[in-house]
């Protein structure tokens, strides 16, 4: 009996029983029309729910044989794994918006019946194996598209249902008009008979009949440029409608178009063409858009575009289940997503992207409103990540490089528009009506995220990725997350707590560099959250963000597979810049942030994608085994850890990013994050350094190198901003970095890890000096300090100790970088690149006296004289850096000797070590006799002065009690020298460093943009116009 | 002469000719044509040339209906015009007829709405 | 232990030498600029008087623990690298700490005195000596470039960084020296010392004639008198490191003596012919001709001299 009632068949029974059974029933009691119509929409759910349990066991698919005789004579609908899973995913979305639209919809029993009726016509398109029977299910749901598109006699709503009914039924005229003739020639209607028998398909008849069915199937599957209608009607239809469009509908036609493609052979590669056009074609106009819901269809029409990209490229190539995995991920994810964006885009009823404001007010609308977002995007652990990674291996394994491009290019865009939007979501307004909280009911998004998240979980699980390390971050965070209301102390004394039991697995697990780095990057970050405790504010949702950053760089840390190292990646990359937008709003800077992160998660992910082709398998060890295009890939993680670490004309982000976050999270930024591409340089050099005989690549990068190192500090000596000037020091930084391990030998990486190891110290004891400097001032602004080593001496000491290190003046841990730099340089052969890294590091000196002097010397500001120390919480961990800096410089051994070690698995060492002596083959250094003998001649001169010096009575004088020929300065701001400190260096040097690659990003985005709008000309909003590309459309199919 | 040669040809192929002539008017006329209902009648043009060109492919000369008794039962096959097409003709011009009359019911509202019948006028929402 | 305190007693034999010396040549310097301009001049013992006197002088006022210490790390800049260089070849007793550490040691030595001395004339509050110290930077930026380059130059052509075996490498006779191997490579280092002695044309920095105060009027008495020792030593070991560097070091005193004054004399002579550069003009004098020379001196040492 049960059995009876979930049989398929049920599905359309049910659907039409009580799609007649409503109206009767209405008459008598209102109420009871509501619970038979989702009575019937969860009896469709609970048989594709019985459908999939079977299938997924193993069962054979169901075929349902209708009037008793077998097909080809009959109609027969087919019930298999694919059918019940699209089945319950589309009613499942059906159920959903229903219960959404439920006011809109129960007014008029019409509506509901039409509901019903229209998720009878998507599965019953899912299910028939019958092209005519196609037919008829295809005009069911097609005639109540269109009514229910306009059901709410919205004037915008009308045209675009007229337009889409020009469209529909020309589509449905091609569709009968080539089913006909396929008929004539093959005698039949069942699609596997006619597959069977298409030699029978032959002639102009037979072309004629393939190209109109092709045309009719993919006017509904919404290819460029003939999908302005579905456009239309995704901006104007009522919201859940436009998700069940979106979705659902679209659902059914890419499962048709799956089922009739073996038909379409001939047309297989111009499909692929049309598909990928419309992906990159669509993602361009999408930037240009700004009203949310035609946005969410552009972002609609792409996806659907990829997923038959990834079938036509991919079908016959890789084996069903395979496919069904990426096309599967691909599709999931767009349902879940796509249809929850639109029901909250309906929720909210905002209908502009700029309305889209003030969201952190609402915290939990924002969280699911991001994760959302993120699935769209493709980020883990959301089920496209997993499908877009698996189709990127399979494409580069059967060679289709320029689709692979295309799919990246196609998805940077898609992202920065969505990306925008969540960006602008986070902006605070001023404004009456946008400020209060939003009040809306979650419910469906909670669903919809939920399965997002599971849905991902069982992809991966699927792919065979050992989970634990990857879903740990998350679930970790979110635990955290559970605690927010506690105040901002606790949580970052939890955070901190957690971390380093954390930090200390991990580490027990790592060895070679990679521990070198955990030890660094873990260790690192623990010491600066210690620092975040100076705040009082319970800074909601930023250390939940923070433990996920620090566990996404400890499963970056652990990868052994290049997907675990894309995860980690992504994720670090996705925690950093939500970071970024804690408490105060870096909004523009970190977009910038975020979308050249993408673009350099694409390079990685491409370069992975190739070494997979060669090596067939995920494994890093694997990856020196490759042959081919080394240099390639070599350059494309280049240039994706350059991005990251902020290299010449990648660095655009960093400044303002740097400038405009919280004091204490720009510390780690810096310290921590930075490093996390040297990491990754690192990671290709040990794995591909082997492989390249082409020098090439590293000459440019070790110039390039330099020359950010040139280019980095010179900025920073015309920055007025403190955060900025540090932020183009650490891109200089960077650039040392960059270029020692460019040099590909034992002491170049060893240089590389050492200033890595530095720039953490003295970056981060600096930025965490600053930040009490500016929460006392308020300002950043170094003009307006002044004269605070009164007040503040401790930190001015913790600048004091950081700047000498910079600069790499002896005897601290700065010079054993600068020195192994040189001696690295020369022995490679590189001597300009050396006299311009000296040159660099002589330019640093300015921006270092800039520095402290017009912040902690010089006059001070009147209004500063009652300022005090920065908060105790902030000195333990400069107390701590300092105290690591006075140990490596008093004894360089103790950390250059592991580092040594370290890279010696790949290099033979060349440093030889006699006591505290270090040799290189060209010079030597005695770090600890250095420092000795500086301690002497420092205490030399000292010592004199203070028997000079004490034998009278001092008096300590007056602000302004100086020597100043004939005038008398009354004011700081007049006698202070900070504004415009090096006018006559930007005179003889500024034209080095104009704006250059700020211009070039932006006409890149501005040539986009344009491109965009050039592109959706031909969606003049005019029904005939569509109408017309149709006809054209068949006619550029029916003769290419 | 031109009228020999067309009573010469079979009928199924004056049908499809026919059928294919309404379907081009049809669709002469939606592209030409900006007012709503004059766009409608030539859907309906285009959905009736469709109907003739299934009516013709199912047709065979000199064949008898599809209408099984003992008399013709033995030769099946080679005497009776193939019924299918007839009946999915049936099918569709149902589904049509609903077309139209969501087309109709669209004119209706959108002249309500607009106070106008020109397909010009509905493109408000582009790009 | 032993060992040490020899080491440490013969360093300050060096300095005191050094520091002698160092005042005598400016003393001499001065006198002979004097009598080129038609005046009597100082006596020679002026800078030792000078230097007496400040000691002499009290201190009243203080602005605070980083204005202290601002010539005290000027001091220990000069002192440090004197330290690092050996001063007489082959001498065990002028041969300093040089085994801490190489040439590169050396050059970023040199900048922990103008470090120091920024911090503290900062303290000061004065504007102008931030306005000094600021054009000073600006200025030894640029001239760093072409010393850089002769530098890696001679480094590569000697194959070691460490200067006594720079020295070692010029012995046996004067067709040995750097000047003769590499004559760009002490054009440019030699153009850079130009800019680092301060002299006109590159002397804008510490502007004498229209900035009458700044770090020298307000450090005074024993802080001006420190400032004024290290003056004479940081001179003295810029000079070694030269003559050690380019000139084939020196073999004994009375070598070393006639070297660097020699060497002191260029920019004393191009000082008095020439008017001073403004600071961006300098900056775009140095990374113009001398930098390309040190580049051509690169390009000399790998194509021509190790060929």
Known sequence: MVNELLNPIIIIIVALATGFLLPIVDKKNKSFTVVLFFMALIWIGLIALNGVVNFSSGAVAVEVITAGISPPFSINLQFGLFESVI????????????????????????????????????????????????????????????????????????????????????????????????????????????????????????HAALVMVLTGVLIELKPYPINGWALDVYQSAPSGIAAMMSVSVSAAYLFVFYKLLPLFQAWVPMITLIAGLTFVVSNFIGLKQTVVKRLLGYSSVAQIALI??????????????????????????????????????????????????????????????????????????????????????????????????????????????????????????????????????????????VALFVSGFTISHLMGVSITPLFAPILAALFLLLFDELTGKTKAGITCVIAVFYSYDILLHLTGINWIFGLMLLMGSCVFILGSMYRDEQRRGYFPLLLLLIMSLGTLLQAKTSLNFFYGWELMTMSSYLLMNCGKNALKSSFIYLIFSMGAAYFILFAFALVFA??????????????????????????GFLIKLGGLGFHVWLPGVYSETEDDYTAILSGVVSKVGVFGLLMAGTHLGQTINDEMVFYVLGWLGVITA??????????????????????????YIVACFALMNHLGWVTAMYLSVNHLLYKGLIFLAIAGVIYRTQTTLMYKMGGLLKNMPMSFFSALIGIIAISGVPPLLGFGGKWMLYNAMIEKGWY???????????????????????????????????????????????????IAIMVFSLNAKWLIQPLSDAVAVYYPSTLTWTGTFLQTSQGYWDGYLVMNVVTGVFLLPLIILLLVSTTTKIQKVKQFNIVYAAERPDKPETTHVAYNFYAFYEKALGFWVKPRATQFWNSVAEWSHTMGSACRILYTGNGQTYASLIVLFFVIIYFV | MVIENILQTPL????????????????????????????????????????????????????????????????LLTSVVDPVPSALVLTSIVISLGVTAVMLSYAIQIHQTKKTLSINDCSEMKW | MEYWITKIAYYLLTVSIVM????????????????????????????????????????????????????????????????????????????????????????????????????????????????????????????????????????????????????????????????FTNPFAVAAAMLAFLGMTGYAPFDVVMAPNEIPIGPATEFHSSYLSLMQINRAIFAGAKLVLFMNLFFGGAGNLIELVAKTWAIYMIPVIVGVAFPRFRVEQSVRFFLKIPTLIGVLAIFY???IVLK
């Open chain 1, 308 to 449: 038959i990209m990834a079938i036509t490229l991919l079908n016959g190539k890789v084996s069903v289940s395979l496919l069904a995995l990426i096309t599967g991920g691909l599709f999931l994810n767009h349902l879940l997503a796509k249809s929850a964006l639109f029901w909250l885009a309906g929720m909210l009823n905002k209908t502009h992207v700029a309305q889209w404001t003030n969201l952190k007010k609402s915290p939990v609308v924002l969280f699911l409103f991001g994760c959302l977002l993120a699935a769209l995007v493709g980020l883990p652990p959301f089920p496209a990540f997993w499908a877009k990674w698996e189709l990127m291996m399979q494409l580069a394994t059967h060679q289709q490089h320029g689709w692979m491009l295309l799919v990246l290019l196609g998805s940077l865009l898609e992202a920065v528009y969505l990306l925008r939007w969540f960006s602008g979501s986070l902006n605070d307004v001023k404004d009456e009506e946008s400020s209060s909280p939003i009040r809306i009911n979650t419910v469906t998004l909670w669903l919809s995220t």
């Open chain 1, 87 to 206: 089945i319950l995913a589309t009613t499942l979305i059906a159920i959903m918006t229903a219960w959404l639209m439920l006011d809109q919809l129960k007014e008029n029993v019409s509506t509901l019946v039409l509901f019903l009726i229209w998720v009878m016509g998507i599965d019953g398109m899912i299910m028939t194996r019958d092209i005519f029977n196609l037919f008829i299910f295809i005009e069911i749901t097609a005639i109540c598209s269109f009514v229910l598109t306009g059901f709410n006699h919205n004037s915008n709503a009308l045209s675009a249902g007229f337009k889409a009914i020009i469209a529909g039924t020309l589509a449905s005229s091609f569709f009968l008009l080539g089913v006909m003739f396929l008929y004539y020639q093959t005698g039949t209607l069942n699609i596997d008979d006619m597959v069977n028998n298409q030699s029978l398909i032959t002639g102009v008849i037979g």
């Open chain 1, 710 to 735: 040139l280019l980095g500090a010179l900025m920073a000596v015309f920055q007025e901003d403190v955060k900025k000037l540090l932020a183009y020091s650490s891109i200089g930084q960077m650039g």
């Open chain 2, 12 to 75: 199924s192929n004056i049908v499809l000719i026919t059928g294919f002539f309404l379907f081009t008017i049809g669709l002469w006329g939606v592209l030409t044509h900006s007012n709503i209902i004059r766009m409608i009648i030539g859907f309906s043009l285009i959905s009736t040339g469709i109907h003739l060109v299934m009516i013709s492919i199912g047709y065979l000369t000199n064949k008898t209906a599809p209408i099984i008794n003992d008399e013709i039962k033995s030769e």
């Open chain 3, 301 to 303: 040492v790998q194509y």
């Open chain 1, 614 to 639: 060669q090596t067939g398998t995920i494994q890093l060890d694997a990856m020196n085994t490759i042959s081919q295009y080394q240099t390639l890939i070599f350059a494309c993680f280049m240039i």
């Open chain 1, 832 to 882: 300009f690149q050396a006299g311009m890294a000296f040159f660099a590091s002589a330019i640093a000196f300015l921006y270092l006296f800039r520095f402290i002097h017009t912040v902690f010397l010089g006059q001070r500001k009147s209004e500063h004289k009652e300022l005090v120390e920065a908060p105790f919480s902030l000195l333990i961990p400069q107390v701590l850096l300092i």
């Open chain 3, 20 to 179: 002698v010396y160092g005042l005598l040549l400016s003393a001499v310097i001065a006198k002979t600029m004097a009598r080129v301009q038609g005046r009597v001049g100082i006596p020679l013992y002026q800078p030792f008087i000078d230097i007496m006197k400040n000691f002499g002088n009290r201190t009243a006022i203080s602005h605070g623990i980083m204005f202290y210490l601002g010539p005290v790390f000027r001091l220990a800049g000069g002192l440090g690298t004197l330290a690092f260089i050996p001063v007489i070849y082959g001498s065990e007793m002028f041969s300093n700490f040089h085994f801490a550490g190489d040439i590169l040691l050396v050059m970023y030595f040199i900048f922990f005195g103008q470090l120091g001395m920024a911090l503290g004339a900062g303290e000061g509050g004065h504007p102008y000596s931030a306005i000094g110290i600021a054009r000073g930077l600006a200025q030894m930026t640029s001239y760093e470039v072409p010393f850089a380059l002769a530098v890696i130059a001679v480094v590569v052509q000697y194959d070691t960084a460490s200067i006594s075996q720079i020295v070692a490498a010029q012995q046996g006779g004067f067709m040995n020296w750097t000047v």
